[in-house]
């Protein structure tokens, strides 16, 4: 996996957890933390299958109450989709393809 080489070539690998796995059945692990993937862009899915996945993808986020997310988004359903806006967005290309960089922050929830 090219992130993990390129974790352990920058000195960071042991700070890391990388996993490939269904993104909505995120669970917590850690008090704290950033989930970092790039989801489909809906080259391959139809749109109605793309907002549910990225809907799912969002109720999974909630349960990361307090942690960030940083997503490459290909898709402007994406942010429509989540519960909560992005703190930060980027434009950038993905190759050919016009990309979001984004960052959410992960709402607190009343404990």
């Not at 990388?18 to 917590?28: G, M, S, V």
């Given at each position: 996996?090219?992130?993990?080489r ?5 000195g960071?690998d ?19 933390g950033?989930?970092?993937?790039n ?21 999974a986020?909630l ?6 997310a ?13 519960p ?9 290309f993905?190759?050919?393809?016009e990309t ?12």
């Amino acid at each position: 996996m090219r992130a993990r080489r390129n974790a352990s070539a920058a000195g960071v690998d042991d700070d890391l957890t990388f996993e490939i796995a269904d993104a909505t059945a995120l669970e917590r692990r850690w008090d704290a933390g950033t989930v970092c993937t790039n989801p489909p862009y809906g080259e391959r899915l139809k749109s109605a299958d793309l907002e549910a996945l990225y809907r799912a993808f969002g109720r999974a986020l909630l349960r990361l109450n307090g942690w960030a997310a940083v997503v490459l988004s290909g898709s402007p359903l994406f942010s429509r989709a989540l519960p909560f806006k992005p703190v930060v967005s980027h434009r950038l290309f993905n190759g050919p393809l016009e990309t979001r960089l984004l960052r959410y922050e992960i709402p607190e929830r009343p404990r």
